[in-house]
């Protein structure tokens, strides 16, 4: 079970990393799933991942997460990483409109799964602080 | 490491935290420790989980935790997951934001914490979303 949570962590990343958002989105379960990336609200139902993951890959033009670590507990899988972002031309960030900009960015995935291996739940936990303050720092004059 | 060591250790953590209390807190942890603490800049050295405890506490009236699950990995960290609801006292800042009243707000709260080989915590990674607590502060929440 273990070897096929950390194949699907695996696929998680490398599939935000190239932009696949169907794949991505193809690892949740498809009769219902909640996620809960940083500071968005919660989204639940069966295609809340594929509206994270659109917005997500549509604000940034480029993503580069690299895995630092996975660990399994007894419910929940962890996913330790750091991530160099760029955001997307036009994208509004903490409010601001904002010009291309890159921002390092490190935090832990927490993964549960059903009985068929597929994402019930997911929270993207991460300080939002330094992506606001490059925001407001990169935003596009009026 | 055993993984009911394991939570044993973030039990005892969350428990210090919430309670005020210092000395339980710094018995899990090393001489020397780098405690990262979500936006703040890391602070290694003598000191630095007291420094982080009590300007925590400093800042909060209450706190509570709820932990959903840990897990370790070949490397010596455990992981970490749950919830954190805290009461900010007015005045606490937020960067350049102090808080106007008193607030309390509850996030997902993820740990990575590294034990050496003696046991003891010497990296203490706090992860949480650092948006809410501002905007409550700010009173636009």
């Known amino acids: 079970m273990q070897e096929a949570r950390l194949n699907l962590i695996t696929q998680w990343f490398e599939g935000l990393n190239e932009g696949r958002s169907d794949d991505v989105a193809a690892l949740f379960s498809p009769v219902s799933h909640r996620i809960k990336n940083a500071a968005a609200p919660e989204q639940s139902g069966p295609t809340a991942a594929k509206e994270v993951l659109s917005e997500f890959l549509t604000r940034t033009s480029a993503r580069t997460f690299a895995v630092k670590s996975i660990a399994h507990g007894m419910q929940l899988s962890f996913a330790w990483w750091i991530g160099e972002l760029t955001f997307a031309d036009g994208a509004v960030i903490a409010g601001h409109p904002v010009k291309p900009f890159t921002a390092t960015v490190e935090g832990i995935d927490v993964f549960d799964f059903d009985e068929n291996g597929r994402i019930t739940s997911m929270d993207i936990v991460h300080q939002t602080t330094t992506v606001a303050i490059a925001a407001a720092a990169n935003t596009k004059e009026a | 490491m055993n993984p009911t060591i394991a939570r044993t250790i973030v039990e005892r953590y969350l428990e210090a935290e919430a309670t005020e209390d210092l000395l339980s807190l710094t018995a899990l942890f090393a001489a020397e420790v780098t405690v990262r603490n ?6 290694a050295g003598p000191g630095a989980v ?15 935790f709820e932990l959903t699950d840990t897990a370790i990995d070949d490397d010596g960290n455990i992981f970490s997951f749950g ?20 607030f309390t707000v509850t996030l997902p709260l993820a740990l990575r914490l590294h034990v050496d080989e003696a046991g003891l915590v010497d990296e ?18």
């Open chain 2, 83 to 102: 919830s954190a609801t805290i009461t900010f006292r007015a005045g606490a800042t937020f960067g350049p934001v102090a808080a106007k009243a008193p």
């Open chain 2, 50 to 64: 007291e420094r982080f405890a009590l300007s925590f506490w400093d800042r909060t009236t209450t706190r509570s």
């Open chain 2, 124 to 141: 203490l990674d706090v992860h949480h979303e650092t948006t809410t607590a501002v905007l409550l502060a700010a009173g636009e929440a």
């Open chain 2, 38 to 43: 979500a936006a703040n800049p890391p602070d």
